[in-house]
Every structure is written in C-alpha cells, then in structure tokens.
C-alpha cells in the first residue's frame, strides 16, 4: 500500500492527546523526557518531537500554538471504529493536509486502511452513536484531535497526517464514566466510586494493550522509511 508523503522532512512532531498513548510512542522510537508533557530524539538524521496535548481540539490547538512549525505533523493515538468491520489494532491513515510528494512503502498488512477520520466533540460511548456517524460521515473512525491537527496544519502551510488506531469496536459500547485523569489517585478514587465499571473497563484495558502495540509498530515503521 502506498501513500502520499513528504520528501524526508527535516523535523516531525508527534501529537498524542493522553499518556496511553503517548509514553508508548515515547519507548517505542527511544525519545528523551524533556518535560513531563514532552519528548524528543532522532531516528536518521530527522528530529523528532513527541508532544502531549490532552484530549480535545481545544487542547490539542493550545498545546501545537507553543510549538514551532515542523516539517511534517501526526496526529498519533487512538480511535473508536465507525464501521462494524473494523477491529482493534487495525489502522486507518488519513492525509490531514495535501502531500505531494511520493510515498515510501507501508507495512504490507491487510489492517491498514487509508480512509477518513471523522471528528468528535465527546467521545462516542454507544454503538449506535458510532455507527450512526459513521453513515453520515462515510468516516472508518473517530477521533478528537485530528481535525485541530489538520486545521493547525493548514493554516501554517503544513503536511499533516493522521495515523490512528482502532480502540474500540463499533459494537463494544464504552463505560458509562471513565477516570477524569490518568494519575493513581485518580484511578484509585474511581475504583472506590464506581466498582461495577470494572469489567468493562477490564476490556478495554486489553484493548488499549493491543491499540498501543500497533499504534507503535505503525508509527515507528513509518519513521523510519520517509
């Protein structure tokens, strides 16, 4: 499969909106903690900055006004799937803003799909919400944050690329709450509040585990052949 892609841009930044997402990337091409919101490093001769931005386009918005024009931005991390054939781990890749150059090869893998990703205010928790959106979009997934990526992108001039991976199935329906951060306290207070949330949550943790793998192994080989 083949992609359109910039010419062996000089700096890459990667913008994850959660640490699940982020501190695996973050291992995964051996980037350096430079703040506990960021990370950097070179694969070849290329810099590459990994920023945390949290969820949102809002914050997404915010967190990319403080940094300076790269050659190229990601969007990186999870998505929630709109069509019922889409599986966790699977990928789907969306050129953000135009890119015109030729590509390098992707990673032969029949769970790449080069398609659209729609854009979300909330998260999408019930199947039929997702579905729904899905039909009317004619989107294979869902996000929060690519569409501020893109929009911070075009405004600059920029090539932006979108590199998601599917979280949660169309059929599986999200807990009804989820911890409002991702520190101890946090998840600890949330065990107390709400212990009939776990099992569900239990497979969603499986599922992230295996989201997160692809999303680095995608991202990496990515990295590495522009």
């Not at 640490?19 to 695996?24: F, L, T």
């Not at 969007?75 to 803003?97: C, I, M, N, R, Y």
């Not at 192994?217 to 522009?226: A, N």
Request: contains cysteine; aromatic residues 6%.
């Amino acid at each position: 499969m083949r992609l359109k892609s910039p010419a062996s841009p000089s700096a890459v930044l990667i913008a994850a909106a959660t640490r699940w997402e982020a501190r695996p990337l973050a291992a995964a091409l051996r980037l350096e903690g430079q703040s506990p919101a960021s990370w950097s490093g070179r694969i070849g001769q290329r810099g590459i900055k990994l920023i945390l931005t949290g969820m949102g386009g809002p914050a997404t918005l915010a967190a990319l006004s403080r940094q300076p024009p790269p050659g190229l931005v990601i969007s990186a991390g999870f998505a929630g799937a709109l069509q019922p054939d889409l599986k966790t781990g699977d990928v789907v890749v969306e050129e953000l803003t135009p890119f015109p150059h030729q590509p390098p090869v992707w990673p032969a893998s029949p769970c790449i799909h080069f398609a659209k990703i729609a854009h979300s205010d909330q998260v999408l928790r019930l199947p039929a919400e997702k579905l729904a959106l899905g039909k009317s979009a004619g989107a294979l997934a869902v996000d929060m944050e690519s569409a501020a990526v893109g929009a911070w992108a075009k405004e600059r001039g920029l090539q932006a690329l979108g590199i998601r991976v599917i979280l949660d199935e169309a059929s599986f329906a999200l807990p009804q709450s989820l911890p409002q951060s991702e520190d101890a306290l946090s998840l600890a207070r949330f065990a107390v509040e709400n212990p009939g949330a776990w099992p569900r949550l239990a497979g969603l943790w499986f599922r992230q585990r295996k989201a997160a793998k692809a999303l680095c192994f995608i991202v990496k080989c990515y990295l590495e052949t522009i």
